[in-house]
């Protein structure tokens, strides 16, 4: 059985909570990818997505310099163990109307998956 280890992406991208929305914008668009994990004092507390900040963002005409992650950001972070099917992430996905799962294993963030990996 394929699991979310399989498809995940690791290590993932981060951001601080603290960052503008500007600096996060251009991290996701230098990397291709659709979003970053946000942390605080070392430790994952979020997420921030394209979607975070096209309607958190653009649509309330936020200025994204000024603006912080912590703002914008959607949490709390939703995550699947590493050893979960596919089918287990994809229903989490469904359920809670999200895109990306953080993976975790041993208590510990090692990656992403997103819709688009499990297609």
């Keep these: 059985m394929e699991t979310v280890a399989d498809r995940m992406t690791s290590p993932v991208l981060t951001i601080e909570r603290d960052e503008n929305v500007k600096t996060a914008a251009k991290k996701i668009y230098a990397n291709e990818i659709g979003s970053l994990l946000v942390t605080h004092n070392q430790s994952f507390i979020g ?3 394209k979607t975070d900040l096209m ?6 005409n936020l200025d994204a310099k ?3 992650v912590a703002e914008v950001m959607s949490q709390p972070l939703i ?3 590493a ?11 469904r ?9 975790n294993q041993n208590n510990q963030i090692v990656g992403i ?7």
């Design 83 to 93: 050893d979960e099917s596919l089918d287990s992430a994809i229903e989490i996905l």
């Design 113 to 119: 998956i997103s819709i688009k990996d499990l297609r």
């Design 55 to 60: 309607i958190k963002v653009l649509a309330e």
């Design 47 to 49: 997420i921030i997505t």
């Design 66 to 68: 000024s603006t912080l």
């Design 95 to 103: 359920e809670k109307s999200i895109r990306h799962l953080a993976v």
């Design 79 to 81: 995550s699947i163990a």
